[in-house]
């Protein structure tokens, strides 16, 4: 019992296996998208109908109505060839090709010879059952030689009986023994499903198309757009749009909530700062104390500036289109002044919707984090297909690959590494990769050919 057990609960789980990789597979060769899911939805079901509507209609009625039409002929035939076999030898009697008349035949007595060869099957005559049917009823009904061509004429059969003495020959129309209007029927299901064919695809495109809008309103949405959605659609469509209505609201009204915390915190340790500087002003200049006293403060107030920036984000910027070429330009002049030799190499347009400020602090930051280790900079910018891929070159110590990733947190130093900053707070990277996320993009650190660090910062277009 145990044994029987144990081998049917493997046989059930090998099943089940062999299920979930069936479904993997199919689920592979599906398509993914939600508009072509539907129409398959809506398509396969109706071609299988239809297939198994032809199916019974062709192979069921189409059939018996051909055999029933060619069992008629067959039994004309065969009352004609016992009527002429009656006759006396040598009489052809008028009686019979005017009995032939009356069934819609040609009748004629040829000279006695062998019958023509059968004629190949080709594809046509597979799938036509004339050509299985008549021969099968004449089979039945004539115990003599035959030979029948059903396709040699068009609208016509030919039909030969060997008497020994004499070969009838009997021409007819395929009419009589074939319904010749399943071309109707057939045009009928084709018309009919291309017309719900292209209702369907109508339908579902306007059902669609509310989902594509909501999706490309949270996707500007989440990159810092401005956004102008409007719920259209189904009853459930519009239930999602009004509820990302709703989120952003909430998103929008809790950023601008922290922003004004930040501003009266910055306000408030401000005017303590300033009040530290007035105070040590009118202390006397010999004092000792005085000079690294001011150094603090005015250290204390960059880490307060970079503190706040971090922590309020640009979020509060609108986005416009805008030239990374002349940003680009504008960022290798302050850095030549302050003695960098830097190198601008950009191609393709690089016209891209952003928040200006912010993506010139992004690469800035960067470009600044290069001058403090490098003394050659190299910025390129490139636009690809859908996103646009700036690069900062340097020749400086750079940064090893497992320790890559943690300069980007907040406040993170690496002891003697070339992102510990003099006089700086230790948010210069973190500051650059909230920047680019925030526009749907990313920041990389790679080697650089320069020798040194790449920064690479991937904006979508």
């Known amino acids: 019992m145990i044994a029987a057990a144990s081998s049917a609960l493997e046989a059930l789980s090998r099943l089940r296996q062999v299920w979930r990789w069936a479904a993997r597979s199919l689920a592979e060769l599906l398509p993914k998208g939600l508009y072509a899911r539907s129409l ?25 109505v051909t055999h029933r039409l060619s069992a008629a002929v067959a039994r004309d035939v065969g009352a004609m060839v016992d009527l002429y076999v009656a006759m ?179 306000h408030d340790l401000r005017t303590v700062l300033t009040r530290f500087k007035l105070s040590l002003a009118v202390i006397e200049d010999e004092s000792a104390e005085v000079e690294p006293m001011q ?31 002349g940003v680009l330009d504008g960022l290798r ?28 602090r992004c690469l800035g930051n960067l470009v600044a984090n290069a001058e403090r280790h490098a003394k050659t900079i190299a910025l390129k910018a490139a636009r690809e297909q859908r996103f646009v891929t700036i690069c900062v070159d340097d020749d400086g110590p750079g940064i090893a690959p497992e320790h890559r990733e943690d300069v980007f947190r907040p406040f993170h130093r690496l002891d003697e590494a070339r992102n510990q900053d003099e006089g700086g707070s230790g948010l210069g990277l973190a500051i650059a990769r909230d920047i680019a996320r925030s526009h749907g993009g990313e920041i990389t650190l790679l080697s650089s050919p320069l020798g040194g660090l790449r920064a690479s910062v991937r904006l979508p277009i």
């Open 40 to 64: 398959l939805i809506v398509i396969l079901p109706m071609v299988l109908l239809q297939t198994a509507v032809a199916y019974v209609f062709m192979q069921r009625h189409w059939d018996i």
């Open 88 to 266: 006396p030898a040598g009489v052809d009697d008028p009686k019979l090709h005017a009995i032939a008349a009356r069934f819609h035949m040609d009748v004629e007595s040829l000279p006695p010879g062998p019958l023509p060869p059968k004629m190949p099957p080709t594809f046509f005559n597979v799938l036509d059952p004339l050509t299985r049917a008549l021969p099968e009823e004449l089979s039945a009904e004539v115990r003599y030689p035959l030979w029948v061509d059903t396709v040699g004429r068009s609208g016509l059969m030919e039909i030969r009986v060997d008497l020994g003495g004499r070969v009838l020959r009997f021409v007819t129309r395929r009419t009589l023994a074939y319904e010749p209007n399943v071309h109707i029927f057939i045009l009928w299901m084709l018309g009919a499903s291309a017309v719900l064919v292209t209702v369907a695809i109508l339908f579902l495109r306007n059902q669609i198309r509310p989902i594509l809008r909501l999706a490309d309103a949270a996707e500007d949405f989440g990159k810092g757009r401005d956004v102008e959605f409007h719920p259209r659609g189904a009853r459930e469509v519009r239930q999602a749009g009004y509820a990302f209505i709703e989120m952003k609201r909430r998103i929008e009204r809790a950023s601008e909530q922290r922003t004004a915390m930040l501003n009266g915190v910055s």
């Open 295 to 325: 150094m603090d403060v005015n250290e204390m107030q960059r880490m307060l500036e970079a503190y706040l920036a971090f922590a309020r984000g640009d979020a509060g910027e609108p986005t416009e289109p805008t030239d990374l070429r």
């Open 333 to 360: 002049a302050d850095a030549e002044r302050h003695g960098a030799r830097v190198e601008v190499e950009a191609k393709g347009d690089l016209n891209v919707r952003v928040r200006p400020l912010a993506i010139k």
